[in-house]
C-alpha cells in the first residue's frame, strides 16, 4: 500500500511569507507527528497528533507554526512570517496507535525542504 | 530529562570492519527504537527492543537492550557500503510523542 506521503517535497520562499506544507498519513495510521531535521542535524519533535487532537505540542518552537488535522488523516503544517531560522527538512511520520503506554513502528515520510531565503 | 544520549557521533570505518554505536539514557526505558537515515533520505524503523537483556539479530545487524534498560546499543559486523547513514535510537516519552536521540552518522571506506 502506499506509504506516507508529503507536499511539497521542496519550497523555497521569502522571509516574512506564511507556508503550509502537508502530510497524507498511511491510511488507518491514528497517530501523526511532525519533526524538524536541520542539515546533519538529528529529529528535532515539532507536534503529535492522535486522531484529530493534539495532545502534545510542546515542540512547536514559537507561536509562528501551527499543526492541525481534520478527519483524522491529514495533517497540515503551518509556519506563519517565515525566518530563515525555519529553514530545514520538515518530516511527517504516522503510527498505527500511541496510547495506554504503548507504542507503534513510526513510518516516515519523504520531508518536505524548506529553504527561507 | 527524557533525552537519550548516543555515541559517537561520528564513524569512520574501512569496508570489512565493525561499528559499534551506543544509545544510553539516565532514566530506565520502557523499550526503544532504532531508525536508519540513508544520506538525503528519510528514518527507516529498523527495530524494537522490549525487554530487558533483549538480543536481536537482523543479518549482520545485532541489536542489544541492557539488563537496566538504560541503554542499547548496535553492532554491524563486516561494514558494508550499504550500511552508511545515521542511526539513530529512539525513547517514547509516557507513550506518547517520540524522543530521538542525536544519530550517530557511519561512513564506510571502501
Known amino acids: 500500500g502506499a506509504g506516507v506521503s508529503q507536499s511539497p517535497s521542496n519550497k523555497v520562499t521569502e522571509k516574512g511569507k506564511d507556508v503550509e506544507l502537508r502530510c497524507d498519513p498511511i491510511s488507518g495510521h491514528t497517530a501523526l507527528y511532525w519533526y524538524r531535521q536541520s542539515l546533519g542535524q538529528g529529529l528535532e519533535f515539532l507536534i503529535y497528533?492522535?486522531?484529530?487532537?493534539?495532545?502534545?505540542k510542546s515542540g512547536l518552537p514559537s507561536d509562528r507554526f501551527s499543526a492541525e488535522r481534520t478527519g483524522g488523516s491529514v495533517s497540515t503544517l503551518t509556519i506563519q512570517r517565515t525566518q530563515q531560522e525555519d529553514s530545514a527538512v520538515y518530516l511527517c511520520a504516522s503510527s498505527l496507535a500511541a496510547s495506554g503506554g504503548a507504542w507503534e513502528t513510526q513510518y516516515f515520510g519523504p520531508g518536505t525542504r524548506l529553504l527561507v531565503l | 530529562g527524557q533525552q537519550v544520549m548516543q555515541i559517537p557521533q561520528y564513524q569512520h570505518v574501512q569496508e570489512g570492519e565493525d561499528f559499534t554505536t551506543y544509545c544510553n539514557s539516565s532514566t530506565t526505558l520502557s523499550n526503544i527504537q532504532w531508525y536508519k537515515q540513508r544520506p538525503g533520505g528519510h528514518p527507516v524503523f529498523l527495530i524494537q527492543?522490549?525487554?530487558?537483556?533483549e538480543v536481536k539479530k537482523q543479518k549482520r545487524l545485532t541489536f542489544q537492550f541492557g539488563e537496566a534498560k538504560k541503554n542499547s546499543s548496535l553492532h554491524i559486523t563486516a561494514t558494508q557500503t550499504t550500511d552508511v547513514g545515521t542511526y539513530f535510537c529512539?525513547?517514547?516519552?509516557?507513550?506518547?510523542?517520540?524522543?530521538f536521540g542525536p544519530g550517530t552518522r557511519l561512513s564506510v571506506l571502501p
Open positions: 497528533f492522535q486522531g484529530n487532537s493534539a495532545p502534545d
Open positions: 529512539a525513547r517514547d516519552n509516557y507513550g506518547q510523542n517520540f524522543v
Open positions: 527492543l522490549v525487554k530487558s537483556g
